[in-house]
């Protein structure tokens, strides 16, 4: 059974750091292209970043330059490293691994997001 | 990047059809068939309900449809039920290469 299970949010001041991990199991995380999505309180969701199964990465306007997504072959598991931390990147984050069909060794990828974790809070508060 | 335009909220009585519309640009619903639909009840995490415009995931009721004319997707949901009841995003590839949500239409089953 695929799951995905985030960790690592929690309170923190302005200009401050913080790391989500999102552990995976059911699937291999380093052959999915895999995302991190973000809601804030009350409002809709917005893609934060994608790592793909050869390892580019791309990120929206509103975090480049401050997260970083990367993964842990060994662990199975996701990461999002957020640096210099604003009031406005308060949310819930989920990780969500992009819907794929594999067969016989070769994969096709579908640019949408069929699992997602239950979320994790983040505030960034003073 | 702009999020998608949907409208705010959309009702219906159980039994009925229903369709929300999510509008972009060339740049992202226009250029790609990649459009899909997410529903979310409260406090939970997003449900994948269509991908690549029309295409049901297995499990998801044959009760929710998608199409595309432009750049303007839509969802339809007939039969409408209770449980039917959730926020309703849209999203697209773009060509950033990023993804892009709607803004969210609320479904209220009345």
């Known amino acids: 059974e695929v799951q995905l299970v985030e960790s690592g949010g929690g309170l923190v001041q302005p200009g401050g750091s913080l790391r989500l991990s999102c552990a995976a199991s059911?699937?291999?995380?380093?052959?999915?292209?895999m995302n991190w999505v973000r809601q804030a309180p009350g409002k809709g969701l917005e893609w934060v970043s994608i790592?793909?199964?050869?390892?580019?990465?791309y990120y929206a306007d509103s975090v480049k330059g401050r997260f970083t997504i990367s993964r842990d072959n060994s662990k199975n598991t996701l990461y999002l490293q957020m640096n210099s931390l604003r009031a406005e990147d308060t949310a819930v984050y989920y990780c969500?691994?992009?819907?794929?069909?594999?067969?016989?060794?070769?994969?096709?990828?579908?640019?949408?997001?069929?699992?997602w974790g239950q979320g994790t809070l983040v505030t960034v508060s003073s | 990047q702009s999020a998608l335009t949907q409208p705010a909220s959309v009702s219906g009585s159980p039994g009925q059809s229903i369709t929300i519309s999510c509008t972009g640009t060339s740049s992202d619903v226009g250029g790609y068939n990649y459009v899909s639909w997410y529903q979310q009840h409260p406090g939970k995490a997003p449900k994948l309900m269509i991908y690549d415009v029309s295409k049901r995931p297995s499990g998801v009721s044959n009760r929710f449809s998608g199409s595309k004319s432009g750049n303007t997707a839509s969802l339809t949901i007939s039969g409408l039920q209770a449980e039917d009841d959730a926020d309703y995003y849209c999203s697209s590839y773009t060509i950033s290469r990023s993804f892009v949500f709607g803004t969210g239409t609320k479904v209220t089953v009345l």
């Open positions: 059911g699937f291999t995380v380093s052959s999915n292209y």
């Open positions: 790592i793909y199964s050869g390892g580019s990465t």
């Open positions: 969500a691994r992009e819907t794929s069909y594999c067969s016989g060794g070769s994969c096709s990828f579908f640019r949408s997001f069929d699992y």
